[in-house]
């Protein structure tokens, strides 16, 4: 049995290229689960994006979605929404103005340069919202709502800690749960700015990146780095 308590995995980028997650990447996944670690998809994705990936929904115990906004059982398909949505106008008025929009049960999106347009309507609004990147996207979402609160929900029915969780990611929106796991990890195709704040960058991209990161977890081999960080 592995020593950590919880593996949290980011998805696109991470163990996803172009939205699809390699037979190699879930066996990895399957083992970590096999050595007695609960498991955690924490993305911006909404859930209706894994209609047609039961295989890869069903490697995790929690799935957190919509960066933090949903939060997802594959077991028991139960469903919890974790704060309400920003006002139905809001997306409207974006649309109105020629921004392109996709709004999910919490989260409300668009992509950059529109973020300036996003910021001033939050203001002309009186919103209390606030604004996540990740990698081109622009997410809007209520205060408080992030990766680490959805994570930390997921952890709290399972009695888990965060300093019992690996966790691995690849851009802006994955900073906030990986500074607060136990052991943080990035994926060689991570942002610089991701990579110059974890404990360990694995060698490979994506996919490949975790299942080394995960096979060395498994092998003891990250010992010294575990180590460091119980200092």
């Not at 930390?152 to 029915?157: E, F, G, N, P, S």
Request: glycine fraction near 10%.
């Amino acid at each position: 049995m592995m020593k950590w308590l919880a593996f949290a995995t980011d998805f696109d980028g991470t163990i996803a290229t172009d939205g699809m997650v390699d037979e190699a990447t879930m066996q990895a996944l399957q083992r970590v689960r096999d050595a007695g670690a609960a498991t955690f998809l924490v993305t911006g994705r909404g859930l209706k994006d894994f209609a047609g990936a039961p295989g890869v929904m069903g490697l995790f115990d929690s799935v957190v979605a919509e960066n933090g906004g949903v939060l997802y059982s594959p077991l028991t398909k139960e469903t919890r929404v974790m704060a309400p949505p920003p006002p139905p106008q809001f997306a409207a008025e974006l649309g109105r103005r020629g921004i392109p929009v996709a709004a999910g049960q919490v989260i409300v999106a668009t992509v950059e340069p529109h973020e300036v347009a996003v910021l001033e309507l939050i203001k002309e609004m009186a919103l209390e919202l606030h604004v996540i990147f990740n990698k081109g996207a622009v997410m809007v979402l209520p205060a408080g709502v992030n990766k680490a609160s959805g994570l930390q929900a997921a952890l709290d029915i399972r009695g888990i800690l965060f300093s019992g969780v690996v966790g691995v990611g690849d851009a802006e929106n994955d900073h906030a749960f990986l500074e607060r796991c136990g052991l943080s990890a990035a994926v060689a195709n991570a942002l610089p700015a991701l990579k110059e704040r974890v404990n360990f960058v694995t060698r490979s991209n994506a996919g490949a990146g975790v299942a080394e990161l995960i096979d060395s977890l498994l092998r003891g081999d990250l010992e010294a780095v575990e180590n460091k960080q119980a200092q």
